[in-house]
Nanobody, 118 residues
Framework: VQLQASGGGLVPAGGSLRLSCAFSGRTFGSYGLGWFRQAPGKEREFVAAINKTGVRKDYADAVKGRFTISRDRAKNMVYLQMNNLKPEDTAIYFC????????????WGQGTQVTVSS
């Protein structure tokens, strides 16, 4: 499996961004997918996850109501729509995949930088 994240950038507080992650190499529908982030000087943290079918979605408390994860089976893509961004959302965002949708994430994309200015 290979993951390629894109869509990061610099936005003012209150703005929006949509991150994209292209999935290739295996059967897309067999994998659960997630987004994580790592801010400078901090550990990587969970942001959002979506199961194999796209029915179940989970979010970190810090992003609930502002971020939406989705997946497109036709395009083998996973997205993270981020609205009402805050300076504390500034981080490198990574997409990740786990076979069967359970257990640890075993494949990681390269990350995309999101910077929110105050």
């Amino acid at each position: 499996v290979q993951l390629q994240a894109s869509g990061g950038g610099l936005v003012p507080a209150g703005g929006s961004l949509r991150l994209s992650c292209a999935f290739s190499g295996r059967t897309f529908g067999s994998y659960g997918l997630g987004w994580f982030r790592q801010a400078p000087g901090k550990e990587r943290e969970f942001v959002a996850a979506i199961n194999k079918t796209g029915v179940r979605k989970d979010y970190a408390d810090a992003v609930k109501g502002r971020f939406t994860i989705s997946r497109d089976r036709a395009k083998n893509m996973v997205y993270l729509q981020m609205n009402n961004l805050k300076p504390e959302d500034t981080a490198i965002y990574f997409c990740a995949a786990r076979y069967g949708g359970i257990g640890e994430y075993t494949t990681w994309g390269q990350g995309t930088q999101v910077t929110v200015s105050s």
